[in-house]
């Protein structure tokens, strides 16, 4: 997809998605066949519903048909959130990602598996667990030092809700 195409549909489609109080996450354009796919990631700092993916499926393809942003051609829509396993790039990802493990790979080299414990705009707080019956320690982690970061999927982990009810 050319920038210009992508930058297009973003102008086009971010109001929709930003007026459902949603982030846009990303748009992705490319080819099926004779189709054209055009993904669209949304999110929210509380999740997405599957009511709200909806009707902003519904309204980006009104939007799309109103206009000639896709061409001619046939083209497909999906409309989804992010996966579990997506890369944390943005600010918002890691304030989201506050509470959850998550796996640094360092631009120093190594890796940090760490529980994020707060946010602030030069880096985050972590908790590192302890190893062999070692307490777990703090650190900080500013963003310049992060080369990747993605959650770790927790199947034993308390959500906010247990949390809260503890």
Known sequence: MSTTQSERLRGLLEPLV?????????????????????????????????????????????????????GEGEYLLEVSSPGA??????HRHFVRATGRLVRFRLH??????????????????VEVPG???????????????IAKARVEIEFNRKDKKEEEEA
């Open 18 to 70: 930003t007026d459902r109080q949603l982030d846009l996450e990303e748009i992705e354009v490319s080819r099926a066949g004779r189709r054209t796919v055009l993904r669209v990631v949304i999110d929210s700092d509380d999740g997405v519903e599957l009511d709200a993916v909806a009707d902003v499926s519904r309204a980006i393809s009104q939007k799309l048909d109103e206009t000639d942003a896709m």
């Open 85 to 90: 396993d997506r890369p944390l790039t943005e």
């Open 108 to 125: 120093e080299g190594g890796e940090l598996v760490a529980r994020v414990l707060g946010v602030d705009g030069e880096g985050l707080d």
């Open 131 to 145: 190893v062999k019956g070692r307490k777990a320690t703090t650190r900080r982690v500013e963003f310049p030092e």
